[in-house]
């Protein structure tokens, strides 16, 4: 048997129910070598051991005992510090959450509790969800545990940090612009964004409310499909979460693609995506065809608009959303202070880190009156043609397969001053926020530093369930390349 | 092209107090990222609307009915000040 802490999920669940391994002893497992290992790679900021320890207990004599338990009874996970959690801290990886305990859970967290999920603590993230590195964390820089010297991604990077350094088998993510996939990809692990309205958004802090998206990331694409399964539903909190019957994901993990049509949209190979992740991907297309997917160029000829126009819309959604920080009901204040006026402004002006303001920046810039038109209005007018031009494509096809991200992991500090080149990251991801679509990213082999490529995979509105057959498919089939 | 008044004016609107040296970075910046957004008006959108979500919304209704809320003393836990029933705040108006 592997060690535990390389154990997925579901490894670790038929493990209970074999009677192999003890709750007690899995969850102990993991806080060892996080004590450990998480001194590199930097992924937690708040652990939760004591009620973890204590939750394993009860859970294991529920084992003992022969109750009918859970899909994830037992099974350790890591949340991104922007779902709350109730008696946890939730900082958002920010100095204006720092010390923010919320008093319920979100959605999801609750759901994780219900099906006996044990929380091992809360993990690093770019500041509010704003970045592609997590080097934008107000408190320390995550480190990629296949090379420490790399970015793990982001914002999510903590999340696909955990999982690839065996510091959880599992964790939650979120995905505003390419924030699950692009650090799964860059960690060399599975990152699924759900359709907008798939998992609901109470409790998670808002960036840009009508792109953000909770998801799994997991070390398989079978945890993926469990995980979905928990998180999923309708939920009267969120009025955008979406109405529809209860699915089993795990029934879409059939070995099979035959007859599957799969577009490749050219655009999303052009120039700026580097050369080796070209070939990696390219490679992956040729196993999905010789398992007998039918595959096909296409065009989503809007791509090229989506990254200024998803800029455009999240910052001025998060300028918007943003505007609750203003030191009186949570959140920090400053202790510089006599007026209502002073409170406001010398406590966001404190709380908020650089990108963070410059998000908030440039997003009442473009909401305020005079450029209203020509940016908000009209980045909203380039989602209407975004959506039509993945509707198209999805009459023909019933995925679209593309690199997750246009290069590997890149060199801590390598980008930090350069916000556009920052944002050039998210190039690949971003049109399927925009559209609402779901999409996956799993490994598709090394780059020559042994940095792992992800691959994207694009299915239409709510159906998940061909996108987890793609990659189930994909990952018992592939060669280690 | 952005100027480093417009910068100041939107941090006035955003509430966020600017030092020069901060003033003088994000208008650099925000010079080279407004240039980039404004590829968005390259594209032709004549006869187009808007979407605010990728998927199509509609009005949630729910009963009007009374449910339990949060307690009071725990919402007040993170409040950076309070006096036990609300919270506390220098006088708006002298």
């Known amino acids: ?481 | 092209m952005i100027s480093k008044e417009e910068i100041k004016h939107i941090a006035e609107l955003s509430m966020l107090n600017l030092s020069e040296e901060e003033i003088q970075k994000y208008t650099v910046n925000m010079q080279d990222i407004v240039e980039f957004a404004n590829k968005v008006n390259s594209l032709d959108t004549e006869g187009i609307t808007e979407s605010a979500f990728a998927l199509d919304t509609f009005n949630v209704f729910r009963k009007d009915e009374v449910r339990e809320s949060f307690d009071r003393e725990e919402l007040l836990k993170n409040a950076p000040s309070s006096n036990g029933e609300a919270y506390s705040l220098p006088s708006m108006m002298n």
Do not use: W
């Open chain 1, 1 to 481: 048997m592997k060690n535990i802490c390389e154990l997925t999920a579901h490894e670790i669940r038929e493990a209970y129910e074999s009677k192999e391994l003890k709750v007690t002893d899995v969850v102990k497992a993991f806080y060892e070598k996080i004590k450990v290992d998480d001194e590199k790679i930097k992924g937690y900021i708040t652990l939760c051991e004591e009620e973890a320890i204590a939750q394993a207990e009860a859970i294991q004599a529920k084992y003992d005992a022969g109750e009918k338990m859970g899909a994830l009874a037992g099974v350790p996970i890591a949340i991104k510090d922007n779902m709350c959690t109730r008696g946890v801290k939730t900082t958002c990886a920010s100095r204006m959450l720092e010390n923010f305990i919320p008093p319920y859970d979100a959605t999801v967290i609750k759901k994780l509790k219900d099906a006996g999920a044990i929380i091992l603590g809360k993990v690093n993230m770019d500041e509010f969800a704003m970045g592609a590195s997590t080097e934008h964390s107000a408190f320390f820089k995550t480190h990629n545990p296949v090379n420490l010297n790399k970015v793990p991604g982001g914002s999510s990077g903590g999340s696909a940090a955990v999982v690839a350094g065996d510091l959880s088998p599992i964790s939650l993510g979120s995905d505003t612009g390419g924030s699950i996939r692009q650090p799964a990809a860059f960690c060399g692990i599975v990152g699924l964004k759900p359709t907008y309205g798939l998992v609901s958004r109470y409790g998670l802090v808002a960036f840009a409310s009508s792109l953000d998206q909770i998801g799994p990331m997991t070390k398989d694409v079978t945890d993926a499909a469990i995980l979905l399964n928990t998180i999923a539903g309708h939920d009267e909190m969120d009025s955008t979460s979406a109405k529809l019957d209860k699915k089993d994901y795990t029934k879409a993990l059939v070995n099979d693609v035959k007859g599957i049509k799969i577009g490749i949209p050219k655009e999303f190979f052009g120039e700026g995506v580097n050369s080796e992740v070209k070939e990696k991907v390219l490679a992956a297309v040729k196993t999905f065809e010789e398992l007998g997917a039918i595959v096909e160029e296409c065009s989503l000829p809007a791509t090229e608009y989506c990254l200024p126009a998803y800029y455009i819309i999240a910052c001025a959604e998060a300028s918007s959303n943003l505007g609750r920080f203003d030191g009186i009901r949570y959140g920090y204040r400053t202790k510089n202070y006599e007026t209502m006026q002073d409170i406001f402004r010398n406590s966001r002006s404190e709380g908020f880190g650089e990108e963070v303001k410059r998000r908030i920046i440039l997003g009442t810039y473009v909401l305020s009156s005079g450029y209203y038109d020509a940016y908000y209005k009209k980045a909203q007018k380039v989602r209407t043609i975004v959506k039509q031009n993945f509707d198209k494509v999805f009459e023909k096809y019933d995925l679209l397969l593309t690199p997750t991200a246009p290069s590997t992991a890149f060199d801590i500090d390598s980008k930090i001053n350069n916000p556009l080149e920052m944002y050039m990251a998210d190039l690949l991801t971003v049109p399927v926020n925009v559209s609402g679509v779901p999409a996956i990213s799993m490994p598709c082999g090394s780059d020559s530093e042994g940095m792992p490529v992800g691959l994207q995979l694009i299915a239409k509105h709510f159906d998940e369930e061909t996108l987890l057959r793609a990659a189930y498919t994909y990952e018992q089939n592939r060669e280690v390349q």
